[in-house]
């Protein structure tokens, strides 16, 4: 029993110094492990390079499958295969609704008109649109959809109107619409400043598709189906001859035509326009992009981007790339040619072609022009070059369809932030209180097995192969600097710090700080006060922090990094069905084995103190593995759940665990973790600001009645703003149960 008063003690001791604000090592001291040695350069793309190994490896079993398609038939199966996998990865689509379109406004010009269009996509979800109509020739014409890419000025952009222009002058009618989170449809609009809240369409795009992540939908449930509506308008209108469809855009206009025409039987044509790569230039280059265009888990699920394009085999296909593009030009032949393989086991080789122009991103001349006369051939019959001639562009206000140029202040309605939190809500587990130990046994289970189900965790128990890099001294106690090795390929540095003096066998400490091994281990900090105490701490850098993530300064990083933090790395492993919280939680159960496995420690009192996204990976962690017995979560977010109820959120991105709110939120797994002690610490909303303790205390109230259930009340505690009060009375807040 004195054991289990001093352990309380210490570690509300370490609780209280909390906020002492200073980091890292004493002069003369270098806390790194990894520096000066020959492991250092390459430390920082450690995890990068087991990501591509583990990519690169389901791309060569997809290629494998791919080659041994040899008749139409089994194309036919692989093609309704990846309509599946797709529309599974996106959360389906929703109900058809009506449109309830209103043209608003029309422009007459020379040779065509503009109509300016809006619709409903979803209930009270507004799309603006214009619709470019020929004033020549005779109805039915042939269609285009046409999806805006990310460039500025949305539907006025000067490339996107001299291709609307040039193909209404040549008797087609053209519809492009604004995308989600650009032109008149910013999401998170700030009235104030008249500008996104989240920096950037792509930003915003990101910000909103994490939220989709956790409720398990992905952003491209909201922009195809944008775009399937549109068609829907488009087909609606008695000027258009609804056999004759194609569909054609640039950059994330080509993501959009790539996805539509693969899910989309309507679409009879389709030239997407700097887009179409190959996810294995992709991670040997710019790795993932923004929310919309990765659809996890794609790679796991067997599919790379020449599926987009052999989904829709047989129809004519044009693929408009640039060879000096940011999408490797190498990737975009290699899907070429797969594809062309595909396009000729359906007898239907000439149906596919692929241009290449000598320059950068964008819907240059060149790849309009390859357009024209693509849609021309397929959609008119007639195979003949169309020229742009001299025209006159409008300006973005006079494209637009509503009074003060936003949706979201001129009609109001819904934005994929509402319809998202709504669909949280439906979702969300119904849990009933707990009333015996033998539920909350069952209770424990399941979540166990939906955090492995979810996070794709696999325990790895090969040897963990323990090298030293030597050690410094301190007063009372001494720090080595070792590594030891999680899984095949991966190398966690790590620091232990033991006391001179003591028992023979002492508790231990795993320290999970979010940023590095070192932030807490300045003289007078807190792992000093944990060994002064008596514990045995080993701090820990989980794969892709401290000495292993990507950026050394994470602080003066791009405001993208500031988002979302190491977003590459978290994407790409999202993409593998492999989470970053579950494969860093691999890391503090090997670090658990390492300091069993030491003569100095008892491994029957083993504690954990988790900082910030670190906190988040120990809880998973402790969910897992009974052997810590007590842990303190200090700047934890403080729920999933909140991520979803907040419009704005920053650096939660390495913790998002796709689809996890059908199942669990963290306020679970400490419910979870009941009779265990618990500490939470200054729990954060997802901007990081610390929550008062009524909100904390009222989020968690499922996890104070488990708590309570089985006789435990005091082992849950939470301290909101009195990290800085004096040590007895947070101590005396503890031994009252808070």
């Not at 079993?61 to 309704?80: G, P, Y």
């Not at 959120?649 to 009941?674: K, M, N, W």
Request: overall charge neutral.
């Amino acid at each position: 029993m004195k054991r289990q008063i001093s352990h309380l003690i210490i570690l509300s001791l370490a609780l209280a110094l909390l906020a002492a604000g200073r980091t890292g090592a004493q002069p003369g001291e270098d806390l790194n492990v990894l520096k000066g040695s020959a492991e250092f350069s390459a430390s920082r793309e450690m995890l990068s390079r087991y990501l591509m190994k583990l990519g690169l490896y389901q791309l060569e079993e997809r290629e494998r499958h791919i080659a041994q398609l040899s008749t139409k038939d089994e194309v036919i199966r692989r093609q309704a295969e990846v309509r599946e996998r797709i529309l599974s990865s996106i959360g389906g689509l929703p109900e058809r609704t009506p449109l309830n379109p209103k043209v608003v406004g029309t422009l007459e010009r020379d040779a065509y008109k503009i109509e300016k269009v809006i619709f409903e996509s979803q209930p009270g979800l507004f799309v603006t649109a214009n619709l470019y109509l020929p004033k020549t020739g005779t109805p039915p014409y042939p269609a285009i959809l046409f999806p805006l890419g990310h460039e500025q000025g949305s539907k006025s952009h000067h490339a996107w109107q001299r291709l609307l222009i040039t193909f209404a002058r040549n008797g087609f009618v053209v519809l492009t619409y604004d995308p989600i989170g650009q032109g008149e449809r910013i999401q998170n609009y700030d009235p104030d400043f008249k500008q996104w809240k989240a920096g950037s369409s792509t930003t915003e795009h990101t910000v909103i598709g994490i939220q989709c992540l956790l409720t398990g939908q992905n952003l491209a449930r909201y922009t195809v189906w944008d775009g399937m509506r549109a068609l829907d308008y488009l087909l609606s209108r008695k000027e258009v001859d609804s056999t004759k469809i194609g569909c054609t855009g640039n950059s994330g206009g080509g993501t959009m035509t790539a996805y539509l025409s693969a899910l989309d039987d309507r679409i009879k044509v389709a030239a997407p326009s700097c887009y179409i790569t190959s996810w294995r230039w992709l991670l040997k280059t710019i790795g993932p992009q923004d929310a919309e265009q990765c659809m996890p888990p794609f790679l796991l699920d067997g599919l790379d981007q020449p599926d987009f394009v052999e989904a829709f085999a047989s129809k004519p296909y044009l693929i408009l790339s640039a060879i000096r593009d940011f999408f490797p030009i190498a990737g975009t032949r290699e899907s070429f040619s797969e594809a062309k393989r595909i396009y000729k086991l359906l007898g239907a080789e000439e149906k596919l072609n692929m241009v290449e122009a000598d320059d950068g991103h964008g819907y240059t001349l060149p790849r309009r022009l390859a357009a024209y006369r693509w849609m021309s051939r397929w959609l008119k019959g007639v195979d003949a070059a169309i020229q742009e001639t001299e025209m006159e562009l409008e300006n973005e206000g006079t494209l637009g369809c509503t009074a003060s140029g936003q949706v979201t202040t001129s009609l109001g309605g819904e934005t994929i932030f509402s319809l998202n939190l709504k669909h949280a809500e439906s979702i969300k587990p119904k849990w009933k209180p707990l009333t015996n130990p033998q539920e909350l046994q069952a209770f424990q289970k399941e979540l166990r097995q939906n955090m492995t189900r979810l996070t794709g965790f696999r325990l790895d128990q090969s040897e963990l192969h323990v090298r030293s890099f030597g050690e410094l001294r301190r007063e009372g106690y001494r720090i080595e600097k070792l590594t030891y090795e999680s899984e095949p390929d991966i190398i966690v540095p790590a620091l232990l710090f033991v006391p001179d003096s003591g028992e023979t066998r002492k508790p231990a400490v795993l320290y999970v700080h979010g940023r590095d091994k070192s932030a807490d281990a300045e003289s007078g900090g807190n792992i000093e006060h944990l060994v002064k105490a008596g514990f045995i701490v080993l701090a820990i850098d989980v794969r892709g922090t401290g000495e292993t993530r990507v950026s050394e300064n994470p602080e003066t990083a791009s405001d993208f990094y500031r988002y979302f933090g190491d977003y590459e790395n978290a994407m790409t492993s999202l993409l593998l069905g492999k989470p970053l919280v579950g494969q860093r939680a691999q890391d503090v159960i090997r670090g658990l084995d390492l300091l069993a496995a030491r003569a100095e420690v008892d491994p029957n009192q083993l504690l954990g103190f988790g900082k910030g996204q670190g906190a988040v990976v120990l809880l998973h962690a402790a969910m897992l593995d009974d052997r810590i017995k007590k842990l303190a979560l200090e700047n934890m977010l403080v729920s999933y759940h909140a991520v979803v109820k907040h419009k704005i959120h920053q650096r939660v991105f390495e913790c998002i665990i796709p689809a996890v709110l059908r199942s669990y939120d963290l306020t679970d797994l400490v419910s979870g973790l009941a009779p265990r002690s618990v500490w939470l610490v200054n729990a954060t909303d997802p901007l990081g600001h610390s929550l008062t303790e009524r909100e904390v205390t009222a989020e968690y109230a499922h996890s104070m009645a488990t708590f309570q259930m089985m006789g435990s009340a005091r082992a849950l505690h939470f301290l909101q703003g009195n990290t800085g009060e004096p040590f007895d009375r947070v101590y005396r807040e503890l031994l009252n149960g808070r």
